[in-house]
């Protein structure tokens, strides 16, 4: 992927608000995250900030960064990474997006870049001479069976025809874009066969009938040919333990069938009794056995092939093979330092500072300083512009701690731009620092 810059200086604005509106949706929407997390709002309000303004300009990452306690560079990296961030300034009234991928290709995107390029201007990410038009060529928009296709903001345009785009593009020129509706510019709803469905014609009915499959040809044939003897399921191979349910008595087993098992058992038992059967292992007939019927233990202490020497009782009666239970380990204990004073304290930050009397000022006009950090500082007591202006070196260094700024206060000259707001206000603030508060 290319690299992705800002936009120059030149054309850089000196600061960005969101409009009333968006401020309540952005604060919203970073509520939504749990303590900690608010950080996830970036791209939402990276967003909500391109909408507003057509594209992501070095003000708006300074200003997200603020609200949201990041890093610029953090929110800088977000910005770059994704292109769907308009880093250069686009039309005021369109930036168009053409699809470049091969359906489109194959489908006639070439001559959707022409007409941009005659139109507006000859290279992607410039503005036309009245600045109300721009393009860009970009990967897929998603509904390749609508090839050509281009995206307008929010709105996508498809089944385009050079034509079709000079028409779209006049009408956006000319401020009239919303005489142009989005979707398909041709016969077409939606994603289905051009000039109509050819499939699923019915119409669909709430009552569901059951589905009989017809019959196959055997079936039909069947009656016609002699009926099959039946026969009895072979149970030879069946386990003697069976369910219940399974049980062949239960089932009707034929008394033949019953004969034979009874004739089975008694000879089995008359066998037995002519052995003198124990129901101990017969160790005699097996001389080279090298399990537990074999007698090797009493020849080699019981180092035989497939035998393991008994073990001894345990004092108490004991078995010797039942093996000690290992000791569970504990867990490690937490790290202190990894908790942050937010958490130690129940979530909540004990006071500094006694808050003084008075209604508090709006410390976000402290470049640095945004919602979630004013909160916390209200919460230490601290409210006034005149309290920070007033900070001494251990003051910041308590602040630092807490708050885990990490130089953040000397970094962004707190103190400085304190005083000059505590002694008059916004009008100080462009006296000392040559541009309005945040």
């Not at 028409?167 to 994603?191: C, H, L, N, Y």
Request: aromatic content about 4%; proline content about 8%; hydrophobic content about 35%.
């Amino acid at each position: 992927m290319s690299t992705r810059r800002l936009a120059d200086e030149s054309v850089q604005p000196a600061s960005f608000a969101f409009n009333a509106e968006n401020q309540a949706w952005a604060e919203k929407r970073i509520a939504l995250y749990p303590a900690g997390r608010q950080q996830s709002a970036v791209i939402p309000l990276l967003m909500r900030a391109q909408d507003q303004d057509g594209w992501v300009t070095r003000a708006t990452i300074e200003k997200v960064a603020e609200m949201l306690d990041m890093p610029y560079i953090r929110v800088l990296e977000v910005a770059t990474f994704y292109t769907q961030f308009q880093l250069q300034p686009v039309g005021k009234n369109a930036h168009i997006q053409v699809c470049g991928t091969t359906p489109c290709m194959l489908r006639g995107a070439e001559g959707l870049i022409e007409v941009c390029k005659n139109k507006i201007h000859p290279e992607p990410h410039h503005l036309n001479e009245d600045g109300t038009m721009s393009w860009e060529e970009v990967e897929c928009l998603g509904a390749c069976v609508n090839a050509p296709m281009v995206m307008i903001y929010h709105d996508v345009y498809e089944d385009l025809t050079p034509e079709r785009m000079e028409e779209i593009v006049d009408a956006f020129a000319a401020g009239k874009g919303d005489t142009i509706a989005p979707g398909p510019q041709i016969d077409r709803m939606t994603s289905a066969a051009i000039g109509g469905r050819t499939t699923l014609l019915e119409q669909p009915t709430a009552k569901r009938e059951k589905f009989v499959p017809p019959p196959s040809p055997e079936a039909e044939a069947a009656p016609a040919a002699a009926p099959a003897a039946k026969t009895e399921p072979d149970t030879a191979a069946k386990p003697k333990d069976v369910a219940a349910e399974n049980a062949p008595a239960i089932k009707g087993t034929p008394k033949k069938a019953k004969v034979s098992q009874a004739k089975a058992e008694a000879e089995r038992k008359s066998a037995d009794s002519a052995a003198k059967a124990t129901g101990k292992p017969n160790t005699a007939m097996r001389e080279g056995a090298t399990g537990a019927e074999s007698h090797a233990e009493a020849v080699d202490d019981g180092k035989a092939v497939g035998k393991k020497k008994a073990a001894e009782p345990a004092e108490g009666g004991a078995s010797a093979s039942v093996k000690k239970s290992k000791p569970v380990a504990k867990a490690p204990a937490a790290n202190p330092r990894e908790v942050t004073p937010t958490a130690e304290k129940g979530g909540e930050l004990t006071p500094l500072f006694e808050r003084p009397e008075g209604p508090a000022d709006d410390l976000k006009l402290i470049s640095g300083v945004g919602p979630v950090i004013e909160r916390k500082l209200n919460a230490l007591g601290i409210t006034r512009y005149d309290q920070i202006a007033k900070f001494k070196k251990a003051d910041i260094t308590r602040v630092d701690e807490v708050l885990n700024f990490k130089g953040r206060i000397e970094r962004d000259d707190w103190l400085k731009q304190a005083r000059a707001l505590a002694k008059g206000g916004a009008e100080e603030y462009r006296k000392v620092f040559g541009k309005d508060p945040r």
